[in-house]
């Protein structure tokens, strides 16, 4: 018998995709494939009331498109569903930290029934910038769950690289 042959993941019945008997009876393989399916199950309940009403598995990580040019560096953030008074935007340490919070409340009235569903969710984003910036000239504006903040990089001094220094003969 090859050692192959005795690894289940590598064994010649399971690359042709036929699983043996023997895997089947093993208690740690079928106790990895229970815990794997109640993993998914689990995500998926989550998923499944907050990915579509109030949208909060996306607030952990909002999108963010962050572009440098010339003379600032331009953020771009997308927080769909969120008021501009539950963003906060602040600049501290080379960083731009992004913060909201999204309330959420559904109501259903219907004849035989009344039924209120509320969700909270929060996030904070911390984005390194690609280069110093000016907190004197930094602007946000907000618009139809977009956050465009538009940061004015400092200023260096406009010495060249190097000079070039001409060398004359002496006589």
Do not use: C
């Not at 018998?1 to 043996?20: A, D, F, T, Y």
């Not at 579509?52 to 498109?65: H, R, Y």
């Not at 035989?112 to 910038?129: A, K």
């Amino acid at each position: 018998m090859r050692i192959r042959e005795l690894v289940p993941w590598r064994s010649h019945e399971h690359e042709k995709g036929q699983l043996s008997r023997r895997n089947e009876a093993d208690p740690f393989i079928n106790l990895q494939t229970e815990m794997s399916r109640l993993f998914a199950s689990f995500f998926e309940g989550l998923g499944g009331s907050f990915g579509k009403d109030g949208d909060l598995s996306q607030l952990a990580t909002p999108k963010v498109d962050v572009a440098e040019t010339n003379d600032a560096v331009h953020v771009t953030a997308e927080l769909p569903g969120i008021k501009e008074e539950d963003v906060e935007v602040t600049l501290a340490d080379g960083n731009l930290v992004i913060r909201g919070e999204k309330k959420a409340e559904k109501e259903e009235k219907q004849k035989n029934y009344y039924r209120v569903e509320r969700s909270y969710g929060s996030f904070r984003r911390s984005i390194p910038l690609p280069a110093e910036v000016d907190d004197q000239k930094v602007d946000a504006s907000f618009k139809d769950g977009v956050l465009d903040i538009v940061l004015g990089k400092k200023q260096t001094s406009s010495s060249p690289a190097g000079k070039k220094i001409p060398v004359r003969r002496q006589d």
